[in-house]
């Protein structure tokens, strides 16, 4: 059974930098094809895909949030984490992680966390 | 900039009803499509990939089709239970982009 849970910080300071943990059961990310990714929601609003990681390490971003995005793995924990930097009230969201194998369709996904954005 | 658009962006209608909700890719994206179905206060649900293949316990009054650029998610009798947002989402290539979702009510 695939399981994902998020974890991490449900306030931030303008400015500061949103460090989220994806906690995983039921796969491995050293399976070949099998990635992880990250999805936001604003309130109210559409998802927004933003970073995926491959169990080869390679990985994807969204070019709105590149610059701004790092995603890593470890794989003796069965984690994944997802930095953003110099966040700012627009970045204010529900953040998902979820998984994938083969390719880029999502279909297990964690409970989302929530993250606002305030000083 | 690749874009996924989506039309309409709510409707509603009767129980029932035949519902069909349209996906536009910017590019072709051949058929590597996926419906996700997002109900109120939910996680997102994986309904369809690959365009018209069902994820697992999908009832069949859901159907998808197109490629290219083109695609439907079609509910062919509206029951109360498909109250929710449903989003495509590309994955032929990075950007792995969500449209922007059409909202459908019980009328």
């Known amino acids: 059974q695939i399981t994902l849970k998020e974890s991490g910080p449900t306030l931030v300071k303008p400015t500061q930098t949103l460090t989220l943990t994806c906690t995983f059961s039921?796969?491995?990310?050293?399976?070949?094809?099998?990635?992880v990714g990250w999805i936001r929601q604003p309130p109210g609003k559409a998802l927004e895909w933003l970073a995926l990681?491959?169990?080869?390490?390679?990985?994807r971003y969204s070019p709105s949030a590149k610059t701004r995005i790092t995603i890593t793995k470890d794989t003796s924990k069965n984690q994944v984490v997802f930095l953003m930097t110099n966040m700012d009230p627009v970045d204010t969201a529900t953040y998902f992680c979820?998984?994938?194998?083969?390719?880029?369709?999502?279909?297990?996904w964690g409970q989302g966390t929530p993250v606002t954005v305030s000083s | 900039d690749f874009q996924m658009t989506q039309s309409p962006s709510s409707l509603s209608a009767s129980l029932g009803d035949r519902v069909t909700i349209t996906c536009r890719a910017s590019?072709?994206?051949?058929?590597?499509l996926a419906w996700y179905q997002q109900k109120p206060g939910q996680v997102p649900k994986l309904l369809i990939y690959?365009?018209?293949t069902f994820h697992s316990a999908v009832p069949s009054r859901f159907t998808g089709s197109g490629s290219g650029t083109h695609f439907t998610l079609t509910i062919s009798s509206l029951q109360p239970e498909d109250v929710a947002t449903y989003y495509c989402?590309?994955?032929?290539?990075?950007?792995?982009?969500f449209g922007p979702g059409t909202k459908v009510h019980i009328k």
């Open positions: 989402q590309n994955y032929n290539s990075a950007p792995f982009t």
């Open positions: 590019q072709d994206i051949s058929n590597f």
């Open positions: 990681i491959y169990w080869n390490d390679d990985k």
């Open positions: 039921g796969f491995s990310l050293t399976n070949s094809g099998v990635g």
């Open positions: 690959d365009a018209s």
């Open positions: 979820a998984h994938i194998d083969g390719y880029e369709k999502f279909d297990y």
